[in-house]
């Protein structure tokens, strides 16, 4: 997903989004408002921080800044998890293997995504579901390296 086409689909939902200076962050959200850091370079890492706000969106409440006590931390790592399966979702990965794709580089070119947000995605799917999952005639092995069989 391109981070126009996230960006479509965010205000399709009634947020709206900004490019702007916001200090240290690369995102914000607040009030069916988003703001991304103009600081960031690439577009692939801007749809990475769009999914992760949008995350926010549907799965936090609250100011969560400061990360200093536990129920902040979990609602951190909830908005991300959502935004990793947001852009890296299963079936995609699947799609990913049917098209012949097979370096951790190149699915990440193909998902448009960074090589850390993917590396991140795949960590997440590890503790979620263990060293490997089943899903129709395919096999998801997620170490010790990223590694997608089917079945017959």
């Known amino acids: 997903m391109t981070y126009d086409e996230l960006l479509e689909e965010v205000e ?3 947020i709206d989004v900004f490019e702007m ?4 962050h690369k995102g914000l959200y607040a009030d069916n408002t988003i703001a991304v850091s103009k600081d960031i370079k690439t577009t692939k890492e801007k749809v990475c921080v769009l999914a992760e ?3 926010h969106h549907h799965k936090t409440s609250g100011e969560i800044l400061g990360k200093k006590n536990i129920n902040k931390i979990k609602q951190e790592k909830m908005a991300r998890n959502w935004g990793y399966e ?3 979702g299963i079936v995609q990965l699947i799609n990913a293997f049917e098209k ?3 370096s951790k580089h190149d699915l ?3 998902l448009n995504v960074t090589e850390k947000f993917l590396e991140q995605a795949i960590q997440h799917y590890k503790e979620k579901y263990g ?4 899903i129709d005639n395919y ?3 997620f170490e010790p390296t990223l590694f997608i069989a089917k079945m017959f």
Do not use: D, M, T
């Open 86 to 88: 947001k852009l890296v």
């Open 12 to 14: 399709s939902q009634g």
């Open 53 to 55: 706000e949008l995350g």
């Open 108 to 110: 990440a070119e193909y």
């Open 100 to 102: 012949g794709i097979r």
């Open 139 to 141: 096999i998801i092995y």
């Open 131 to 134: 060293v490997h999952y089943k």
């Open 21 to 24: 200076n916001i200090g240290k």
